[in-house]
């Protein structure tokens, strides 16, 4: 996360954990605790984050694409259908399956609070790696994620 000090001058926090109204961040060769708050001072709003790309080329996959990413895009969102169908009702989602890659992405989308667009675009694959990659680190602690999902 990029943060801005009191005189103006630009730093860089990585944020690791957060744990309520407190974040782990890594400042320099330090990690230390500090609050949301005081984080949200000095930030306005610029961060990156990282994530593993899919194992092809392009960082999207539009409606009406045919090739191995929608193989693979398919695959990924029939395993997420396949472990987590016993859920229904997460959410208010209506667990059913689309035939096209474009129904799909719409079902995974609005699965995980997305706009249902259709288009697997970078927000979409983060959530969709989640779904398949459960031991992916993530920024809220495990039991958080488990209260906050059952609601």
């Known amino acids: 996360m990029r943060l801005t ?12 954990e957060v744990d309520g109204e407190f974040a782990n961040i890594s400042l320099g060769n330090k990690t230390v ?3 949301l708050d005081a984080i949200d001072q000095q930030w306005y709003g610029d961060y990156s984050v990282i994530w593993s790309l899919p194992p092809y080329k392009s960082r999207v996959i539009k409606p009406g694409t045919v090739n191995d990413p929608e193989k693979w895009l398919s695959g990924q969102i029939q395993t997420v259908k396949a472990t987590h169908l016993g859920t229904s ?14 129904e799909k992405v719409k079902w995974f989308q609005q699965l995980v609070g997305l706009t249902p ?13 989640n779904f398949i990659n459960p031991g992916t680190p993530t ?5 958080a994620q488990i209260e906050s999902s059952g609601s």
């Open 5 to 16: 000090n009191k005189k103006g001058q630009e730093f860089f926090i990585g944020l690791l």
């Open 117 to 129: 667009d259709g288009i697997a675009g970078a927000l979409t694959l983060i959530h969709l790696n």
């Open 89 to 102: 009702g997460t959410k208010g989602v209506i667990l059913r399956g689309g035939t096209t890659l474009e």
């Open 139 to 143: 920024l809220i602690k495990e039991s």
């Open 33 to 35: 605790w500090t609050t």
